[in-house]
Nanobody, 119 residues
Framework: QVQLVESGGGSVQAGGSLKLSCAAS????????MDWYRQPPGQARVLVSF????????YYADSVKGRFTISRDNAKDTLFLQMNSLKTEDTAVYYC????????????WGQGTQVTVSS
């Protein structure tokens, strides 16, 4: 079965950095686009970034462009999100998700990891 397990969240002061990881299993990781979403308190879940299956194309929401970097290691079935220059408005639960519903038949989500940025 498909499993996604995020790690790397925590509490940091504004201007700091965190690196999130998402370990995937149960499917051919290199066949799927992978996505990062976030859900701030009391708000809807929104797409932050995605990366193509081979890692040669990326997308970033305007709110994180220039500060966040998505990457993947297909040899280790792991997705990353490097977050720099963090702002209080980046506080949210961050989720990784598979971005290939045609291949897997559904979108799969990790359990989420909390990122809290304080001023």
């Amino acid at each position: 079965q498909v499993q996604l397990v995020e790690s790397g969240g925590g509490s940091v002061q504004a201007g700091g950095s965190l690196k999130l990881s998402c370990a995937a299993s149960g499917y051919i990781f290199s066949s799927c686009r992978m996505d990062w979403y976030r859900q701030p308190p009391g708000q809807a879940r929104v797409l932050v970034s995605f990366i193509s299956s081979r890692g040669d194309a990326t997308y970033y929401a305007d709110s994180v462009k220039g500060r966040f970097t998505i990457s993947r290691d297909n040899a280790k079935d792991t997705l990353f999100l490097q977050m720099n220059s963090l702002k209080t408005e980046d506080t949210a639960v961050y989720y990784c998700a598979t971005g290939c519903p045609d291949y897997l038949g559904s979108i799969y989500w990790g359990q989420g990891t909390q990122v809290t940025v304080s001023s």
